[in-house]
């Protein structure tokens, strides 16, 4: 009997030949200036293709939306061009990849804005690093984001309008959908959680106005793209970065009843893969699947054995995998054949050359 993580699934008008995907994850390869997407990144992705679908590292929709040295954006003609060439690639390798696109909201420094000031719903510290390059020496390191400014009522709907055209300007590149990066502290989950978000408007206070900015933008890519193109990841039970909510369940199942109702092709969960994480209740699990009818996708740390096991149970329908792809660009291959996966270099996480990004080979023939 054939293991439920190599079985074919329909994902919208994408049929996927296993049920493993490539979770998103920053590299900081891109060519500089411009933050481009280049021909080492389609090596990578390319190499990656045999897997179900790929979810693309998280990508910046404007300048604002930035928080991390060399990250890719898609709001350029350059970027644009850049990104064609990577989905080209995935795609001749017969692959398929969606666009993660991102707005890192606090989570930023201040050498990436004008003013000195990241932005977010309300002025409050997210006790967070971000990966920073030092101009005078080349390197990166972790370094502390400052406070950042509370947004305006003008400024967020003109986020919003950044979204879709990023959006817009995915499918132009040749993505076959977008992934709306609602997870991890950035700026959408920032706007979902009472503890990093104090607006008395129709952005906060209220489980209903907090989810209202990820609906908003929801919503409107669905109508730019099609809700069968759009997936949204969002992260639950992440409590790091002042993310701690404990009404943050609630608001993501009540997200979840209005996003079943835009018809959106799939909630991604970002579990938190620490070594002292909390542990997914299956309650929130079985919630889900009744209030949420899509596709399911989880993330984190998961094994062959895990993983079989919750598409099973029918908590899920697809697996991602993030780490063990750096190191194993034939991670479906390996699986499948219980064949040994290699180790990282954790030196080589980011920026750099094709050194621990497109050398790692393949056992797959």
């Given at each position: 009997?054939?293991?439920?993580?190599?079985?074919?699934?329909?994902?919208?008008?994408?049929?996927?030949?296993?049920?493993?995907?490539?979770?998103?994850?920053?590299?900081?390869?891109?060519?500089?200036?411009?933050?481009?997407?280049?021909?080492?990144?389609?090596?990578?992705?390319?190499?990656?293709?045999?897997?179900?679908?790929?979810?693309s590292e998280a990508?910046?929709?404007?300048?604002?939306?930035?928080?991390?040295?060399?990250?890719?954006?898609?709001?350029?003609?350059?970027?644009?061009?850049?990104?064609?060439?990577?989905?080209?690639?995935?795609?001749?390798?017969?692959?398929?990849?969606?666009?993660?696109?991102?707005?890192?909201?606090?989570?930023?420094?201040?050498?990436?804005?004008?003013?000195?000031?990241?932005?977010?719903?309300?002025?409050?510290?997210?006790?967070?690093?971000?990966?920073?390059?030092?101009?005078?020496?080349?390197?990166?390191?972790?370094?502390?984001?400052?406070?950042?400014?509370?947004?305006?009522?003008?400024?967020?709907?003109?986020?919003?309008?950044?979204?879709?055209?990023?959006?817009?300007?995915?499918?132009?590149?040749?993505?076959?959908?977008?992934?709306?990066?609602?997870?991890?502290?950035?700026?959408?989950?920032?706007?979902?959680?009472?503890?990093?978000?104090?607006?008395?408007?129709?952005?906060?206070?209220?489980?209903?106005?907090?989810?209202?900015?990820?609906?908003?933008?929801?919503?409107?890519?669905c109508e730019e793209?099609?809700?069968?193109?759009?997936?949204?990841?969002?992260?639950?039970?992440?409590?790091?970065?002042?993310?701690?909510?404990?009404?943050?369940?609630?608001?993501?199942?009540?997200?979840?009843?209005?996003?079943?109702?835009?018809?959106?092709?799939?909630?991604?969960?970002?579990?938190?893969?620490?070594?002292?994480?909390?542990?997914?209740?299956?309650?929130?699990?079985?919630?889900?699947?009744?209030?949420?009818?899509?596709?399911?996708?989880?993330?984190?740390?998961?094994?062959?054995?895990?993983?079989?096991?919750?598409?099973?149970?029918?908590?899920?329908?697809?697996?991602?995998?993030?780490?063990?792809?750096?190191?194993?660009?034939?991670?479906?291959?390996?699986?499948?054949?219980?064949?040994?996966?290699?180790?990282?270099?954790?030196?080589?996480?980011?920026?750099?050359?094709?050194?621990?990004?497109?050398?790692?080979p393949a056992l797959?023939?």
């Open positions: 009997m054939t293991d439920p993580l190599f079985t074919p699934y329909q994902l919208g008008d994408n049929t996927l030949p296993n049920r493993i995907v490539m979770a998103p994850m920053t590299r900081a390869r891109t060519t500089q200036p411009g933050d481009i997407p280049n021909e080492m990144m389609a090596a990578y992705y390319a190499q990656r293709a045999s897997t179900g679908l790929i979810i990508t910046q929709i404007s300048p604002q939306g930035k928080g991390y040295s060399f990250t890719p954006g898609i709001f350029t003609a350059d970027q644009i061009k850049g990104w064609k060439t990577v989905t080209s690639k995935v795609h001749e390798a017969g692959g398929r990849i969606f666009s993660q696109l991102w707005h890192v909201g606090r989570m930023s420094h201040e050498s990436f804005h004008d003013d000195g000031k990241p932005v977010a719903p309300s002025a409050l510290s997210p006790d967070a690093q971000v990966w920073v390059v030092n101009p005078e020496t080349g390197v990166g390191e972790m370094v502390d984001s400052p406070l950042p400014r509370a947004l305006e009522r003008e400024e967020i709907k003109q986020i919003e309008q950044d979204y879709v055209q990023a959006a817009r300007n995915a499918i132009e590149a040749g993505f076959d959908g977008v992934e709306i990066h609602g997870a991890n502290g950035y700026l959408i989950d920032q706007f979902l959680r009472q503890t990093s978000n104090h607006r008395s408007d129709e952005y906060g206070g209220s489980q209903e106005n907090r989810i209202r900015f990820l609906l908003n933008v929801a919503q409107a890519i793209i099609g809700a069968h193109s759009v997936g949204v990841r969002l992260s639950p039970f992440i409590t790091q970065r002042n993310m701690n909510d404990p009404e943050i369940i609630d608001t993501i199942l009540k997200a979840a009843v209005e996003l079943e109702k835009l018809g959106i092709s799939y909630i991604h969960l970002s579990e938190a893969d620490w070594d002292d994480a909390p542990t997914i209740p299956e309650r929130f699990r079985r919630d889900l699947r009744a209030v949420y009818s899509g596709t399911i996708i989880v993330a984190g740390k998961y094994t062959k054995d895990r993983g079989n096991q919750i598409l099973a149970d029918q908590l899920a329908d697809l697996v991602a995998f993030g780490r063990p792809f750096i190191a194993n660009p034939d991670l479906p291959y390996r699986l499948q054949h219980q064949l040994d996966l290699s180790p990282l270099d954790g030196d080589t996480l980011f920026g750099g050359t094709d050194k621990g990004y497109t050398d790692y797959q023939k």
